[in-house]
């Protein structure tokens, strides 16, 4: 017998919160619904969930402060964030208040079933609040990034890297999942961006602290370790 996945979608619009519940409903979603984020908390933290659909721009308690209380109270169910169209820095902030995977408006419905099964086949492990290796530290909720204690100022994209890096340490990690984490699933410009970023993050975490912990893997991408010696 087939379980259904139970998935909380957080929406303030009645209307586009009916039809993500009809439309999930009929591709075998099992759906609650939470029109604010008072709403959706006391859901999120009182039932299980395989996934949360949740909005940015919602009532009281934002998208933003939604998703990093649930992280902070230890809430690791994956979260889909939805965000202004070509909301670069909503995108970039969902991913620092530990969203899972974002997608703007208006979107694909196709696409948003595709990510949603995506995010329930990775599943919800738990996740430290604070990420490490080595001395480098940082902090998504709060987005402070630090090597052996000294605080290094990194912009939200360089972050979200970083954050995706420090996620995966010791693991090699692709320029293309990188780009569909961190940039938008739809994104079209030059995926050299990555390596742009990258060489910030060499700039800042590593050389000026005389490291080499982001290391090229040829023809494979990039990999964090821990280089303390």
């Known amino acids: 017998m087939m ?39 006391w859901m999120a933290t009182a039932q299980v969930y395989d996934a949360i659909v949740l909005d940015i721009m919602l009532p009281g308690v934002n998208g933003y402060q939604l998703c990093g209380r649930l992280r902070e109270q230890g809430t690791w169910t994956p979260i889909l964030m939805l ?17 899972d995977d974002f997608l703007s408006k208006p979107f694909s419905y196709v696409v948003l079933v595709a990510r949603l099964r995506a995010l329930v086949r990775r599943g919800s492990a738990a996740r430290p609040a604070v990420l490490a290796c080595g001395d480098l530290v940082l902090d998504p909720a709060s987005r402070r990034c630090s090597r052996g204690g000294t605080p290094v ?21 692709s320029k293309a999942e990188i780009l569909d984490h961190v940039w938008d699933f739809a994104f079209d410009g030059d995926p050299n961006v990555v390596e742009v970023h990258v060489s910030a993050l060499r700039r800042k975490l590593d050389r000026a602290f005389g490291r ?3 290391e090229t893997v040829r023809g494979a991408g990039y990999r964090l370790v821990d280089d303390r010696g």
Do not use: C, N, P
């Open 3 to 41: 379980v259904a996945m139970r998935v909380l979608v957080v929406e303030d619009e009645k209307r586009l919160a009916a039809a993500l519940r009809r439309g999930l409903v009929s591709e075998g979603f099992a759906v609650d619904v939470a029109l604010d984020g008072t709403q959706g908390e």
């Open 83 to 99: 965000t202004a169209k070509d909301g670069e820095y909503d995108e970039a902030e969902a991913l620092d208040t530990g969203a």
């Open 212 to 214: 080499a912990s982001i």
């Open 153 to 173: 100022e990194l912009t939200a994209r360089e972050l979200a890297v970083a954050e995706y890096l420090l996620r995966h340490a010791g693991d090699v990690v």
